[in-house]
């Protein structure tokens, strides 16, 4: 449970390419899709009409080239079918998901280098308004439909590569490739920085929402996550362990005698030594499923995913062990001289007639069993588990 750091420690380190660390990255690019799909839609809707209105401007007040009519073709045959699958794409939220950011640059593009080619014969014509519509529709698209920027850097250059390039074939002047082949460039240029500036903005806020949700999950004195955070996570990894058919572990920590320390040491003290104990659950958590909380005044628990009875044993044991080891001195306690800790541990695996609480209060219940036989010690319960049969633990 370290995303909270890897958040802070890529926002302070920069992304200066505009790219993170595999795992962020993944997750900003499903962040990024969610939040521009509607947009993505209304553009696609407006690209349509805007096509649809360009074929016409683009062939007013002129005689098409002999080669308008294979770029015709390629657009009825080739992008207007690929185009619907776009749309398809963009309308269904798992093909959205899962395609969006592969199939969508490579379904632009191609209509980008047809645009290109049937757009630079029109100008080799002397018809300059179809060089105005092609930039400005690619330009728009390409800022418009949720591409990122090196997206854009790829798609910018293949297309206004392909229109010079055609213009030149066709027959262009040397003084109309000059020009158009500035502006061109020029607005290319604007797109990019627009581009860069606005993705950078859209990461930048990402990382920031991410670290304000983890510091709402998580306790403010320890460090660990609270237990808000802990009930979802437990919810979550029982319906996973459910589907896997793993068993879940469970270990409810409890500072034995902390009402009398607090009352001997004063609350700051208290809270150093919540604090100490804390560092110790942080360093057992060494499995990414695995989250450790701070589930209530001086009590934690250690959820740990597909965990065998031994590992649990052990893992109980050593909590306590070096909890003993911090030295701590607690001359109101009954149980030592020292600081100490109680353990109930539990492993389950769970199954769809049995709950999230009941695997609680089976945990508890050992926390209570080892506090009420001397406290300072790890009870694991299994016996009674093993028994039941209905969808309820036995107590």
């Not at 990461?203 to 709402?216: C, V």
């Not at 879940?248 to 500072?255: E, K, W």
Request: net charge neutral; aromatic share 10%; proline share 3%.
């Amino acid at each position: 449970m370290n995303k909270d750091s890897a958040y802070s420690a890529q926002l302070k380190k920069g992304f200066q390419l505009l790219s993170f660390e595999p795992d962020l990255e993944r997750e900003f690019r499903q962040f990024h899709l969610r939040s521009v799909r509607g947009r993505v839609i209304t553009c696609l809707l407006i690209a349509v009409l805007f096509s649809l209105w360009a074929v016409f401007a683009s062939r007013s007040g002129t005689t098409p080239s002999p080669d308008f009519d294979m770029a015709a073709n390629l657009r009825r045959w080739v992008i207007r079918p690929l185009s619907l699958v776009l749309i398809a794409t963009a309308l269904t939220p798992w093909l959205y998901k899962r395609l969006w950011l592969r199939l969508a640059p490579v379904v632009i593009g191609m209509s980008g280098v047809v645009s290109a080619y049937s757009s630079a014969g029109v100008v080799a014509d002397g018809n300059y308004h179809a060089f105005v519509l092609m930039v400005s529709g690619l330009l728009g698209l390409l800022l418009l439909l949720g591409f990122l920027f090196w997206q854009v850097v790829t798609l910018g250059l293949i297309v206004a590569g392909s229109y010079v390039f055609f213009l030149a074939e066709q027959g262009g002047t040397g003084s109309v490739l000059g020009f158009e082949a500035a502006v061109l460039g020029a607005m290319y240029l604007l797109a990019l920085v627009f581009s860069y500036n606005l993705e950078k903005s859209v990461r930048t806020t990402f990382l920031q929402m991410r670290i304000l949700e983890d510091l709402g999950r998580l306790d403010s004195m320890t460090g660990l996550c609270n237990r808000g955070a802990f009930d979802e996570s437990l919810e979550a990894l029982w319906k996973q362990a459910i589907r896997d058919k793993k068993p879940l572990g469970l270990l409810l920590i409890d500072v034995d005698q902390f009402k009398n320390y607090n009352d001997a040491y004063g609350h700051q003290a208290g809270d150093r030594c919540l604090a100490q104990v804390a560092d110790i659950l942080k360093s057992s958590v060494n499995r990414p499923l695995d989250i450790a909380a701070r589930v209530g005044g001086e009590e934690f628990a250690l959820l740990c995913y597909a965990s065998s009875q031994e590992y649990i044993r052990a893992l109980g044991e050593q909590i306590r062990t070096r909890v003993r080891e911090l030295d701590i001195p607690h001359s109101a306690s009954e149980v030592a001289t020292c600081v100490t800790v109680s353990v109930g541990a539990v492993v389950v695996e769970p199954t769809v007639g049995r709950s999230t609480e009941s695997f609680v209060q089976f945990a508890d219940q050992a926390l209570y069993d080892a506090k009420s036989t001397g406290r300072d010690r790890v009870i694991f319960r299994d016996n009674e588990y093993a028994a039941v049969v209905t969808g309820a633990f036995k107590m």
